[in-house]
């Protein structure tokens, strides 16, 4: 398996694309620590994954929190001895509103959770990678780190902050066998997306992309795969889009 005996975190895994990677990792062979703030949806992957024969454990732990990132590695650590892969994937929409009207307090919720907590989780998983002298993280920015979108202003600055900071880390960490990159998915398919749009406003959000759909998060997981795994040995400091096509245009 492409992730044998590997130790693996994945952050707001209890749905969506979080979750298929986390999936996705465990039938590869990684101990998976499974992390969300919800935390029936979080034992219930923990749950899927046992019933497949593998291994994990869910903790429950608030990305935008410093001390719960710290304790999710501890947990790491105590649970399988050690840590090799994090996907720092824990991610909200913000509301959808123009900036020159943009809720301060919301913009501080999207800043707090989509870009302080990714650096929060590289602060604590960093420094237990360098014991074992390797490592692969994969922080999930969006085609929002690279363009803007109306009325998005809030998460657009998170993504491309993302995208920035993993190139840093990167660059920091290149000579000592940990790889950090982000990937960019345009529009994933998740039951919130189909059932809070009409068809006519699903179909326009297909043609964004040159593939006509949108994409799955199982599309998403399959690149997180390659990227924590060893035949991403040459990949860092880089950003991944995911997009259907979408980035081309
Ligand atoms: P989702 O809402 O299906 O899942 C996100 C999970 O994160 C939920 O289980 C939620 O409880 C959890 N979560 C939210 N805030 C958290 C916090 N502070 N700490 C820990 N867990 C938290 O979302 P998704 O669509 O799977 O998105 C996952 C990531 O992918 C996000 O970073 C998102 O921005 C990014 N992304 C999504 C899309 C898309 O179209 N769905 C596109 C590009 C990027």
Not at 24 to 31: D, E, R, T, V, Y
Not at 104 to 127: A, C, T
Not at 133 to 157: D, K, P, R
């Amino acid at each position: 398996s492409l992730l044998e005996d590997k130790v693996a975190i994945v952050t707001g895994a209890g749905s969506g694309i979080g979750k298929s990677t986390a999936v996705l990792f465990a039938k590869n062979g990684a101990k998976v620590v499974v992390t969300d703030i919800n935390e029936e949806h979080g034992n219930a992957v923990v749950s899927t994954i046992k019933e497949n024969e593998g291994e994990a454990i869910f903790v429950n732990a608030d990305t935008s929190k410093p001390e719960d990132s710290e304790r999710t590695v501890a947990e790491a650590i105590k649970a399988f001895g050690k840590l090799d892969i994090a996907v720092n994937n824990a991610g909200i929409s913000g509301v959808v509103s123009p900036i020159g009207e943009y809720p301060i307090e919301e913009w501080n919720k999207v800043i707090s959770v989509n870009l302080n907590g990714v650096f929060y989780g590289m602060r604590y998983q960093i420094p237990a990678m360098e014991k074992n002298g390797s490592g692969s993280i994969i922080n999930v920015a969006s085609i929002l780190g690279q363009v803007g979108f109306e009325n998005s202003g809030a998460y657009a600055a998170a993504k491309h902050g993302v995208v920035g900071l993993s190139k840093s880390a990167g660059i920091e960490y290149a000579k000592k066998g940990i790889r950090v990159n982000s990937a960019g998915p345009a529009f994933i398919e998740t039951p919130l997306v189909k059932s809070s749009l009409s068809d006519e406003a699903y179909q326009n959000l297909a043609n964004l992309h040159p593939m006509g759909r949108l994409g799955s998060s199982d599309e998403c997981a399959e690149l997180f795969l390659w990227l924590a795994s060893d035949k991403a040995s040459f990949a860092t400091g880089a950003y991944y889009p995911i997009d259907g096509g979408y980035l081309a245009k």
